[in-house]
């Protein structure tokens, strides 16, 4: 017989207060199954960062419950939650490279979770996998700036490095936060559009947080309104409605997209990505 | 008086703080017995003054010269080797008492505990090591070793390990946290996340000050030659026994070119780097 299917992540009445008291995610509910796709949405503050950051075990929730690929995080032996925490894949809005590092060095580190620390030193002395950087790079973009340091690159580039590392980890989730904000429109379309054609081709469960509604329609099949830390509304991309959006943004008073444009449901082709395995 | 006193709201403290001043240091004219006369004593100033002018013109002399070209790279050596050594000591150490990788902002570890309890007699050694001055430890080591430049390295090993591992962990301390710790949100241990998130950014400034203490361990070695630890300041003790003046004036002035150019090193090198 087989076991019960397992949630990629699945939070229950999950609550996360930060230092000053404000309530950043407010009991909230939510499970993910694996190898699904799904966007956040929301307005400025509703706690879309701070939900991925807690998915991501960067962050110890208040409140609540949350099981990630079927363990509670904080409950793990130090070995434990590291070896969990290798499956999953954090894309920083402004990624933290050190500004020295070289790019190189940077993606490989995607991997530290999985090397000894022989490998990570000897890698500082000669980089490991020049080859896996250089096609992780390649699929945002960025392979020429391969030996560039990290503070000689734009906000933009930095984010796409950010992207290479968590492609060249290969975890099993990818939890993307804001990963296009500094990118034009076409290759933030473009790029949404790898990461999604990623976690399809790999059954990897991906859950990004967008401003930007009409990327969030375009590219993903389920779509979580966020609001004051609640989920407003969790429904298959069809469903979703115009009335729902203009209440989800009604502070706001607009729909933000990534062209500033009048919202308008665009049509989008999706990138030839290249397929791993 | 009084008047001038009422006029400038500054004067009375500026008394104040002379009189306090002049209070501090008579008890330490007293108990040191300076008295710059001692000098003019006939008694003092004749062999001084022979053995001042015994220092124009300097020994040349070939055999001379090729002693002091041996020391000079000795006490060079010993500051290298020193230096190396101290690093060797200094770099675990501020590993280990480091508070940049304790694991509390990310997360309790279950071991946590037994680290921090780690981390404060790591504090204490290099305390330790570098509250006693190198040329105590060339001492003591020149009775255990015997004379020669080993006694200088322990020395120096010991006392700018200390002092390098103190400044290498403050300035982990400083550097900005994200990178490792997005490193480790990935999966990756606390050595590796300090090699790949703190190391690139520590890094420029760690090697700057390790170089401005290789400066000072060059000076540091011609000292701790007096008290036999071989180099320059051996041979230069040695000299002064004999009140060879020339002598010593060749070895002061090798001296001086030395440090000069160990500063201007230090000095190109920390300019490149930055």
Known sequence: MPAPPVSALHAQRLSLVHAGGRVAIDALELAVQPGERVAIIGPSGAGKTSLLRVFATAQRQSAGRLAVLGADPWALGGRARRRLRRRLGLIHQAPPLPPRQRVVTAVLAGRLGRWSLARSLASLAYPADIDGARAALGRVEMADRLFDRCDRLSGGQAQRVGIARVLYQGPEVILADEPVSALDPALANRTVGLLVEEARARRVTLVASLHAVDLALAHFPRLVGLRDGRVQFDLPRPDVNDGLLRALYAQEGFLPTQHGKPFALPEVRLPEAPRCG | ?274
């Open chain 2, 1 to 274: 008086m009084r008047l001038s006193l009422a006029r400038d709201p500054a004067a009375l403290p500026r008394l104040a703080l002379a009189l306090v001043a002049v209070a501090a240091l008579w008890p330490g004219l007293r108990l040191t017995e300076f008295d710059p006369a001692v000098l003019l004593d006939p008694a003092n100033a004749g062999p001084m003054g022979r053995f001042l002018a015994q220092f124009l013109p300097p020994a040349v002399t070939p055999e001379f010269l090729w002693l002091v070209g041996k020391s000079t790279l000795e006490t060079l050596a010993i500051a290298n080797v020193g230096i190396a050594a101290a690093f060797a000591v200094a770099f675990p150490l501020s590993l280990l008492t480091t508070r940049c990788l304790s694991l509390s902002s990310i997360g309790p570890a279950r071991n946590w505990r037994r680290f921090a309890a780690l981390r404060y007699p790591a504090r204490l050694l290099l305390v330790l090591l570098r509250g006693i001055p190198e040329l105590v430890w060339a001492l003591l080591f020149v009775r255990a070793v015997g004379l020669g430049a080993t006694a200088g390295v322990i020395a120096l090993a010991i006392t700018y390990g200390g002092m390098l591992g103190k400044v290498y962990a403050e300035i982990y301390e400083s550097s900005a946290t994200r990178p490792a710790g997005a490193l480790m949100e990935a999966g990756a241990g606390r050595l590796q996340a300090f090699f790949y998130g703190v190391l690139p950014q520590a890094l420029p400034e760690m090697v700057s000050y390790t170089v401005y203490r290789w400066e000072c361990a060059v000076r540091a070695s011609v000292i701790m030659g007096f008290v036999g630890a071989g180099g320059l300041g051996q041979q230069l003790e040695l000299s002064m026994r004999m009140l060879n003046g020339a002598e010593a004036c060749t070895i002061l002035l090798t001296f001086l070119v030395l440090v000069l150019l160990a500063d201007a090193a230090s000095a190109l090198f920390r300019r490149w780097l930055a």
